[in-house]
């Protein structure tokens, strides 16, 4: 395999892997926004939307299956 493509492979693998702890807690925090369970801040209103809580979604399941699949 030609080096700089294994060195972005492994880049990307990792940031995946260290983005499982930044993103179940936001995805938590959208769920809340979303299910107007707390009230978000009027700079912050993007969190609560629908198409952050798809994104956030396809983001955790796929960091999170990453992560735990060698």
């Known amino acids: 395999m030609?080096?700089?493509i294994a060195a972005v492979?492994?880049?990307l693998l990792l940031?995946?892997?260290a983005g499982v702890r930044t993103t179940l807690p936001l995805l938590a925090v959208n769920l809340?926004?979303?299910y107007r369970v707390v009230?978000?801040?009027e700079n912050m209103a993007w969190l609560g939307t629908q198409p952050t809580l798809i994104l956030l979604s396809?983001?955790?399941v796929?960091?999170?299956v990453i992560h735990?699949?060698?």
């Open 2 to 4: 030609n080096e700089p």
């Open 9 to 11: 492979i492994v880049g």
């Open 15 to 17: 940031s995946l892997a």
């Open 32 to 34: 809340l926004a979303f």
């Open 39 to 41: 009230t978000l801040p």
């Open 58 to 60: 396809v983001a955790a």
């Open 62 to 64: 796929t960091e999170t």
């Open 68 to 70: 735990f699949i060698p």
